[in-house]
């Protein structure tokens, strides 16, 4: 399988690839190319013009930064998977990304790329989510940051304009607890519905392939600020979410897992 | 587009479409056939070889994206004179492989792995395949040979 034909050009820095992207209405990044490559040979993505960010070794890091961790967009999965920083200190991290897909697409893979490619279905963003993290976008109009909340907007849609760059990934250190639980069938498959749980002073809920976009649970959240039990909390898990239906499973039974995978989450935070 | 890179050892430029995907440069280009085109889609791991030293699946790299790099294929494990690999003859000892075409991915991907690996046992070899399929469903004697090539190569616990 091709996808269809496109130009290519190899950025030299940040300002260079900022440069080239802009150069053309329809061109993409690439990076590890592992969500994009798929997508452009079901020709579900067709960039007249790719801009391999592959080389830009600067942006390939795991910094401790005092109150939170500094990871560099185009870090492999596979690293961090290993990091012995994250391992220490944001341990949820090297687990859900051990998580993704296989050793050989972790092998290729960034943090970045899933990141910026913000699907639903994916583990890192949920998990990211959820850990209050934020997104460093450099752009034509400078350096900005935005808050994991307002950055995944909807089916493979981010905060990212068209001309900006994931640079950088901010993750708050401080996490207590925290639980990863995902449901798939067999190995290597994405999550039917994943849940993401941490507490940071308060506890955050955030769920994988429950929607669009990865999403949190502001119903299980309310619920837990107010004194409910575990059990409670978790009842109220889907509240106002609509999951879709597909064929690995129906809306009712992806409410059904997200209450169930909810509580247990909480139970192994307590 | 000009695309070189470094196949088992001997270097090759092609020009190619941006487009090319690796394992078709690796196969048609260059003309080494022992990897395998399975489902095309990342899932099945038979296109697996080694990009400078880790196991990729080549149907998602793109040709140019590897552009200086150093790829091993199956053909780049035995030696010169035939003696095969410590992986290709535990496979073949402890009959690792049936129709045989889910092999050379086995045999890369297992290369990779042990590597990485120190420790290796059985769950973490089932674990660590998770991402090559074999459709004869050979995964016992898979997983046998994977464990018998890592203690020969003295990277056992």
């Given at each position: 399988?091709?996808?269809?034909?496109?130009?290519?050009?190899?950025?030299?820095?940040?300002?260079?690839?900022?440069?080239?992207?802009?150069?053309?209405?329809e061109?993409?990044?690439?990076?590890?190319?592992?969500?994009?490559?798929?997508?452009?040979?079901?020709?579900?993505?067709?960039?007249?013009?790719?801009?391999?960010?592959?080389?830009?070794?600067?942006?390939?890091?795991?910094?401790?930064?005092?109150?939170?961790?500094?990871?560099?967009?185009l870090t492999?999965?596979?690293?961090?998977?290993?990091?012995?920083?994250?391992?220490?200190?944001?341990?949820?991290?090297?687990?859900?990304?051990?998580?993704?897909?296989?050793?050989?697409?972790?092998?290729?893979?960034?943090?970045?790329?899933?990141?910026?490619?913000?699907?639903?279905?994916?583990?890192?963003?949920?998990?990211?989510?959820?850990?209050?993290?934020?997104?460093?976008?450099?752009?034509?109009?400078g350096?900005?940051?935005?808050?994991?909340?307002?950055?995944?907007?909807?089916?493979?849609?981010?905060?990212?304009?068209?001309?900006?760059?994931?640079?950088?990934?901010?993750?708050?250190?401080?996490?207590?607890?925290?639980?990863?639980?995902k449901?798939?069938?067999?190995?290597?498959?994405?999550?039917?519905?994943?849940?993401?749980?941490?507490?940071?002073?308060?506890?955050?809920?955030?769920?994988?392939?429950?929607?669009?976009?990865?999403?949190?649970?502001?119903?299980?959240?309310?619920?837990?600020?107010?004194?409910?039990?575990?059990?409670?909390?978790?009842?109220?898990?889907?509240?106002?979410?609509?999951?879709?239906?597909?064929?690995?499973?129906?809306?009712?039974?992806?409410?059904?897992?997200?209450?169930?995978?909810?509580?247990?989450?909480?139970?192994?935070?307590? | 587009?000009?695309?070189?890179?470094?196949?088992?050892?001997?270097?090759?430029?092609?020009?190619?479409?941006?487009?090319?995907?690796?394992?078709?440069?690796?196969?048609?280009?260059?003309?080494?056939?022992?990897?395998?085109?399975?489902?095309?889609?990342?899932?099945?791991?038979?296109?697996?070889?080694?990009?400078?030293?880790?196991?990729?699946?080549?149907c998602?790299?793109l040709?140019?994206?590897?552009?200086?790099?150093?790829?091993?294929?199956?053909?780049?494990?035995?030696?010169?004179?035939?003696?095969?690999?410590?992986?290709?003859?535990?496979?073949?000892?402890?009959?690792?492989?049936?129709?045989?075409?889910?092999?050379?991915?086995?045999?890369?991907?297992?290369?990779?792995?042990?590597?990485?690996?120190?420790?290796?046992?059985?769950?973490?070899?089932r674990?660590?395949?998770?991402?090559?399929?074999?459709?004869?469903?050979?995964?016992?004697?898979?997983?046998?040979?994977?464990?018998?090539?890592?203690?020969?190569?003295?990277?056992?616990?």
């Amino acid at each position: 399988m091709y996808p269809s034909k496109f130009d290519y050009v190899r950025a030299l820095s940040v300002d260079d690839a900022l440069e080239k992207i802009a150069s053309d209405e329809e061109a993409k990044f690439i990076a590890g190319g592992h969500s994009l490559v798929p997508l452009m040979k079901f020709r579900l993505a067709t960039p007249s013009l790719l801009v391999d960010i592959g080389g830009l070794h600067d942006l390939s890091y795991i910094k401790d930064e005092g109150d939170h961790l500094a990871i560099g967009a185009l870090t492999r999965h596979t690293e961090v998977e290993h990091s012995q920083l994250l391992q220490a200190e944001l341990p949820m991290l090297s687990y859900v990304a051990s998580l993704v897909g296989d050793p050989q697409v972790r092998h290729r893979g960034t943090i970045g790329g899933s990141v910026a490619h913000g699907d639903g279905a994916s583990d890192l963003p949920a998990a990211l989510l959820a850990l209050d993290a934020s997104m460093i976008a450099v752009g034509p109009s400078g350096r900005r940051e935005i808050p994991a909340k307002e950055f995944f907007k909807g089916f493979l849609e981010t905060a990212l304009s068209p001309d900006e760059l994931l640079v950088e990934i901010k993750v708050p250190k401080g996490v207590s607890s925290w639980s990863y639980k995902k449901f798939n069938r067999r190995a290597q498959d994405w999550a039917i519905v994943g849940v993401a749980a941490v507490k940071n002073g308060s506890t955050k809920v955030a769920f994988v392939n429950m929607g669009s976009s990865p999403l949190r649970s502001t119903g299980c959240e309310d619920a837990l600020r107010s004194g409910a039990t575990i059990e409670e909390a978790a009842e109220r898990a889907a509240e106002g979410i609509e999951p879709p239906s597909d064929l690995n499973a129906s809306s009712e039974f992806r409410v059904h897992l997200a209450k169930v995978l909810t509580r247990r989450a909480l139970e192994e935070l307590s | 587009m000009k695309v070189s890179m470094k196949i088992n050892g001997v270097e090759y430029e092609r020009d190619v479409e941006p487009r090319r995907l690796l394992v078709h440069y690796i196969r048609e280009d260059v003309g080494l056939t022992g990897t395998n085109v399975g489902c095309d889609t990342s899932s099945c791991g038979a296109c697996t070889v080694l990009m400078d030293g880790k196991s990729v699946k080549s149907c998602t790299v793109l040709a140019v994206q590897a552009e200086g790099a150093e790829i091993t294929t199956i053909e780049g494990l035995a030696e010169p004179d035939g003696t095969l690999h410590p992986l290709q003859r535990a496979f073949q000892e402890c009959h690792g492989l049936q129709c045989g075409y889910c092999t050379p991915g086995m045999v890369m991907a297992s290369l990779s792995l042990i590597k990485e690996n120190p420790g290796l046992d059985e769950r973490k070899v089932r674990e660590g395949l998770e991402g090559n399929l074999c459709r004869c469903t050979g995964y016992h004697n898979i997983v046998k040979a994977v464990l018998q090539a890592a203690d020969e190569m003295g990277v056992k616990a």
